[in-house]
């Protein structure tokens, strides 16, 4: 079993912003779907709203660290 690379934060905010133009670009296309596609567009964009989340949070985390003196 492969080991798991380390978290490199270092491109949290870079990743934060991907994720958020892809929601964007998914809700642009969500406006022309329908059925299945549409379902898999809505799954993926509540998906992406946990990810930013996420990743909002450990940014913040990790500012409040480097404020501390941790990183």
């Known amino acids: ?10 491109d949290n ?3 934060l912003k991907k994720t958020i133009s892809n929601m964007e670009a998914a809700n ?5 779907a329908e059925g ?3 379902d898999s567009i809505m799954e993926k964009n509540i998906r992406r709203r946990e990810s930013i989340a ?3 949070e450990e940014i913040s985390e990790e500012d ?5 003196g941790y990183i």
């Open 54 to 56: 996420d990743l909002r």
């Open 28 to 32: 642009e296309a969500a406006k022309n």
């Open 36 to 38: 299945k596609e549409l």
């Open 64 to 68: 409040k660290s480097r404020i501390n």
């Open 13 to 15: 905010v870079d990743r």
């Open 1 to 10: 079993m492969p080991r798991p690379l380390p978290n490199d934060s270092a």
